[in-house]
């Protein structure tokens, strides 16, 4: 009974065999995770800054943009940017189409983190920044942020590990990241055992991921 | 009181908020080393009034000079002109994520430009100033609130205004610590800063104060020194006022 589990899950000469492969889509994954946070958190960054100066026409992009890639699930920006867009003579790789596609809903996700982390700054701290000659910009970069951002920490951790996980989600368009590896090794050797290799570089990935966040939360906690 | 120029020079300001007329007309001129006091009930216009003058709100209409600057004049750089303008809060403002020096030496170091050695040189002279120079490293939730105001004050003083704003500095203030923020104002007053207080701090006002005004519905009611405005106001109003808050 036992045996048979061990052969079916951990089976070592085909989890020899295809070790390299799932160590390939390690490294893979790691790339997109960290572009996707990269890219998702300095835009959304950016968006938020740019909200800050309330030009009416511009926020109403910005939120209708925001609402949409919010609303809309991951996989189907993948599927549309690498499907779809080649019929309007848009071409990307699987890896670009998926890193874009995170990238851009974490930038949504953060964009309306941060955005809430300045509203929640008093209107006190403009003023007293602006009572000292400091300009919106130095007031923002200084005064501003460094507290919104500390608001932000938790929420922000958390959608930033939710996001870095949908990078598996480019096995459908077969980014070779680890699941694609797990999964074509699965269907190569009619044997299971891929997958638990994969599981496992998921878990030596993600737990350090989910570890660091509340690290993070813990060190920007308010000294109260 | 003295002839010589006014530091700040209020003329005519009006204000509105939609359609609420909150300033009508105010004249104000307030002359090197004077402090003038600003009573008046509430709404009447007294925050409107200071904030107008370092533009944290904008002006109707009127005139404002700062050591003869107009401040509402096209192209005029108004952080140049509010680093001459010190402003002190209600509730202090200090910025939770910075330590008391932090505070104090942020504008120093990124608006003056200033290094961060000679902007703590500057800072901690400002702290010493408000008794504060050991809290230098304590971050504003670690201190009372007495010590907070005291830190914004010299967060104010670091930059070396012309003249301090203050609107209603103590009233935040538990009743014991109010005393220590006196204090510094008094010192402050002794060694020729002008300032324009708005306070309820009338026993502050007897022994301090150049001059009081009485603020009401967005016009100055009537002005005078001290012993005038409290024992023998013309105004059965300020009368009233004065006695509905000495209880
Ligand atoms: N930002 C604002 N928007 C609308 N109304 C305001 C604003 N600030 C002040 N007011 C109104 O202006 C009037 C004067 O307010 P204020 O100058 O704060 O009076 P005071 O400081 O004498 O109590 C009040 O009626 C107040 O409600
Ligand atoms: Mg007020």
């Given at each position: 009974?036992?045996?048979?589990?061990?052969?079916?899950?951990?089976?070592?000469?085909v989890?020899?065999?295809?070790?390299?492969?799932?160590?390939?889509?390690?490294?893979?994954?790691?790339?997109?995770?960290?572009?996707?946070v990269?890219?998702?958190?300095?835009?959304?960054?950016?968006?938020?800054?740019?909200?800050?100066?309330?030009v009416?026409?511009?926020?109403?992009?910005?939120?209708?943009?925001?609402?949409?890639?919010?609303a809309?699930?991951?996989?189907?920006?993948?599927?549309a940017?690498?499907?779809?867009l080649?019929n309007?003579?848009?071409?990307?790789?699987?890896?670009?189409?998926?890193?874009?596609?995170?990238?851009?809903?974490?930038?949504?996700?953060?964009?309306?983190?941060?955005?809430?982390?300045?509203?929640?700054?008093?209107?006190?701290?403009?003023?007293?920044?602006?009572?000292?000659?400091?300009?919106?910009?130095?007031?923002?970069?200084?005064?501003?942020?460094?507290?919104?951002?500390?608001?932000?920490?938790?929420?922000?951790?958390?959608?930033?590990?939710?996001?870095?996980?949908?990078?598996?989600?480019?096995?459908?368009?077969?980014v070779?990241?680890?699941?694609?590896?797990?999964?074509s090794g699965?269907?190569?050797?009619?044997?299971?055992?891929?997958?638990?290799?994969?599981a496992?570089?998921?878990?030596?990935?993600?737990?350090p991921?989910?570890?660091?966040?509340?690290?993070?939360?813990?060190?920007?906690?308010?000294?109260? | 009181?003295?002839?010589?120029?006014?530091?700040?020079?209020?003329?005519?300001?009006?204000?509105?908020?939609?359609?609420?007329?909150?300033?009508?007309?105010?004249?104000?001129?307030?002359?090197?080393?004077?402090?003038?006091?600003?009573?008046?009930?509430?709404?009447?216009?007294?925050s409107?009034?200071?904030?107008?003058?370092?533009?944290?709100?904008?002006?109707?209409?009127?005139?404002?000079?700062?050591?003869?600057?107009?401040?509402?004049?096209?192209?005029?750089?108004?952080?140049?002109?509010?680093?001459?303008?010190?402003?002190v809060?209600?509730?202090?403002?200090?910025?939770?994520?910075?330590?008391?020096?932090?505070?104090?030496?942020?504008?120093?170091?990124?608006?003056?430009?200033?290094?961060?050695?000679?902007?703590?040189?500057i800072?901690?002279?400002?702290l010493?100033r408000?008794?504060?120079?050991?809290?230098a490293?304590?971050?504003?939730?670690?201190?009372?609130?007495?010590?907070?105001?005291?830190?914004?004050?010299?967060?104010?003083?670091a930059?070396?205004?012309?003249?301090?704003?203050?609107?209603?500095?103590?009233?935040?203030?538990?009743?014991?610590?109010?005393?220590?923020?006196?204090?510094?104002?008094?010192e402050?007053?002794?060694?020729?800063?002008?300032?324009?207080?708005?306070?309820?701090?009338?026993?502050?006002a007897?022994?301090?104060?150049?001059?009081v005004?009485?603020?009401?519905?967005?016009?100055i009611l009537?002005?005078?020194?001290?012993?005038?405005?409290f024992n023998?106001?013309?105004?059965?109003?300020?009368?009233?006022?004065?006695?509905?808050?000495?209880?």
């Amino acid at each position: 009974m036992f045996a048979r589990f061990a052969d079916t899950f951990f089976n070592l000469e085909v989890m020899q065999q295809y070790l390299p492969k799932i160590i390939e889509g390690f490294f893979v994954t790691v790339q997109l995770a960290v572009a996707v946070v990269a890219a998702g958190l300095t835009t959304g960054l950016v968006l938020a800054v740019v909200r800050a100066f309330r030009v009416r026409l511009l926020n109403f992009f910005i939120v209708i943009a925001v609402d949409m890639l919010r609303a809309l699930q991951p996989l189907v920006i993948i599927i549309a940017f690498y499907f779809a867009l080649p019929n309007v003579g848009v071409r990307m790789s699987a890896f670009v189409a998926t890193w874009l596609a995170l990238a851009l809903v974490l930038a949504a996700f953060a964009e309306e983190i941060f955005w809430a982390g300045i509203l929640a700054v008093p209107k006190g701290q403009w003023e007293a920044a602006r009572s000292t000659g400091l300009g919106f910009l130095a007031t923002l970069r200084y005064v501003v942020l460094p507290q919104a951002v500390r608001i932000t920490i938790p929420p922000l951790t958390n959608r930033t590990i939710a996001i870095t996980k949908g990078t598996a989600l480019g096995a459908v368009v077969a980014v070779g990241e680890i699941l694609y590896q797990a999964q074509s090794g699965y269907s190569f050797s009619y044997n299971p055992s891929p997958l638990t290799l994969g599981a496992l570089a998921y878990l030596v990935l993600f737990v350090p991921v989910v570890w660091f966040g509340r690290w993070v939360e813990t060190r920007f906690a308010w000294k109260r | 009181m003295n002839d010589s120029k006014p530091i700040l020079s209020v003329r005519g300001l009006h204000k509105s908020f939609g359609a609420l007329e909150v300033l009508k007309g105010v004249d104000l001129d307030v002359r090197p080393r004077e402090l003038v006091f600003v009573i008046g009930p509430s709404g009447s216009g007294k925050s409107t009034l200071l904030r107008c003058c370092n533009r944290l709100e904008e002006p109707g209409s009127g005139s404002i000079r700062v050591e003869g600057v107009d401040i509402m004049a096209p192209g005029v750089n108004i952080n140049a002109v509010r680093r001459r303008i010190g402003m002190v809060f209600q509730q202090f403002n200090l910025y939770p994520h910075l330590d008391a020096l932090g505070n104090v030496t942020l504008a120093l170091r990124k608006v003056e430009g200033k290094t961060r050695a000679v902007a703590e040189t500057i800072g901690r002279g400002a702290l010493a100033r408000v008794g504060l120079a050991e809290k230098a490293a304590a971050y504003p939730n670690e201190l009372s609130g007495g010590q907070q105001q005291r830190v914004a004050i010299a967060r104010a003083l670091a930059l070396e205004p012309a003249i301090l704003l203050f609107d209603e500095p103590t009233s935040a203030l538990d009743p014991e610590l109010v005393g220590s923020v006196l204090n510094v104002m008094r010192e402050l007053r002794e060694s020729g800063m002008t300032m324009v207080v708005v306070s309820h701090e009338m026993r502050f006002a007897r022994s301090a104060a150049d001059r009081v005004i009485f603020m009401d519905h967005g016009a100055i009611l009537e002005q005078g020194l001290p012993e005038k405005l409290f024992n023998a106001p013309d105004h059965p109003r300020i009368r009233d006022f004065l006695a509905s808050i000495e209880h």
